[in-house]
């Protein structure tokens, strides 16, 4: 395949090379951090680099604010996901979380190393090319699982391609489509992408890796972070879609997973999380309850005082006599 070696995509080579020689510095225990903001073009979510590797002593470990998978085009050489170092060749994929730290560079006798490098934040993805109900559901939240910060130890996932023809006609397509900007082209981007995710989920299935559905074990596991998220945060304003962007599902389709799973909706376990919090400071100390409203999150007491009734079937004040 010469064609992706003939796109001539000048401005972001220069842009992405720039970046890296800006950060550059050896590993000494410093971390950068690349943003979205220097590789995305104006109004887009989406990137397409391809990048020549430099050797270990000029290597760049890095994190990033976006979601990037990692395809090895040609060549040979090292990819480092946080503690953990992988021996790379062509047709390897990885999926980098945002956070995670990584680095690819070549060996001593390795002559080349070439990545295709997909950028793109949660929300590039449009739910409406995304039938949750079957394949791309199962991709998603298998391969971008470990969003949360308490699962960060999620770092990648890593495949070796068996079709290698189709996914460089893919990402020739991909490229083409990128840098000619043609009318529609953030539309194809989409598609192209889910593509290259759904292929990538059929060579796992075929190599074995999952022999049953993981979507019931996956969607809990996410879930449960969602969960733990309102708990650890109940008094604060969290809106349903930071929630769906940090599982990497549309709105309406976590909203429906964490009804299923919970019997609540998430609003109705963020009223149950603060009114229980709010019970328990009632019985427990002796601050005044348009305080203890406050402290658990409500700005209006009549708003406090109507969701605690509601859900106690009795007042605040009365339920402070009883104790």
Not at 78 to 100: A, L
Not at 154 to 174: A, C, K, W
Not at 194 to 212: N, T
Request: aromatic fraction near 14%.
């Amino acid at each position: 395949m010469r064609g992706l070696d003939k796109l001539n995509n000048t401005r972001l080579r220069i842009s992405y090379a720039t970046i890296k020689s800006y950060y550059h510095e050896e590993m000494c225990g410093v971390d950068r951090i690349l943003y979205g903001e220097s590789f995305f073009r104006p109004r887009e979510l989406f990137s397409i680099v391809r990048h020549a590797e430099v050797e270990r002593d000029q290597w760049f470990y890095h994190s990033h604010d976006f979601l990037e998978i990692c395809y090895v085009y040609r060549g040979s050489g090292f990819h480092r996901i946080g503690e953990m170092e992988y021996r790379v060749g062509r047709g390897d994929v990885f999926i980098i979380n945002d956070g995670t730290k990584h680095a690819f560079y070549r060996g001593e006798t390795d002559d080349e190393l070439i990545t295709y490098n997909l950028l793109f934040k949660p929300g590039f993805i449009d739910d409406r090319l995304l039938p949750f109900d079957d394949f791309s559901s199962l991709s998603l939240s298998y391969l971008f699982e470990g969003l949360w910060e308490d699962e960060s130890q999620m770092v990648g996932l890593r495949l070796s391609m068996g079709n290698l023809n189709e996914i460089d006609l893919l990402l020739n397509d991909m490229s083409l489509e990128y840098n000619n900007a043609f009318s529609g082209y953030q539309a194809i981007l989409r598609s192209y992408l889910i593509q290259f995710i759904v292929k990538m989920m059929r060579v796992l299935h075929l190599k074995g890796e999952e022999l049953e559905d993981p979507r019931p074990r996956r969607s809990l596991s996410l879930i449960e972070s969602a969960v733990k998220h309102l708990q650890a945060n109940y008094a604060k304003s969290i809106a349903i879609e930071d929630l769906a962007r940090k599982s990497f599902f549309s709105k309406n389709y976590f909203a429906r997973l964490f009804k299923e799973t919970t019997g609540m909706t998430v609003y109705q376990y963020g009223q149950q999380m603060r009114i229980e919090e709010a019970s328990r400071l009632i019985k427990n100390t002796d601050k005044a309850l348009g305080e203890i409203a406050r402290e658990v999150g409500y700005t209006d007491y009549k708003t406090f005082f109507s969701a605690f009734r509601k859900l106690k079937e009795v007042s605040p004040q009365v339920y402070r006599d009883l104790k």
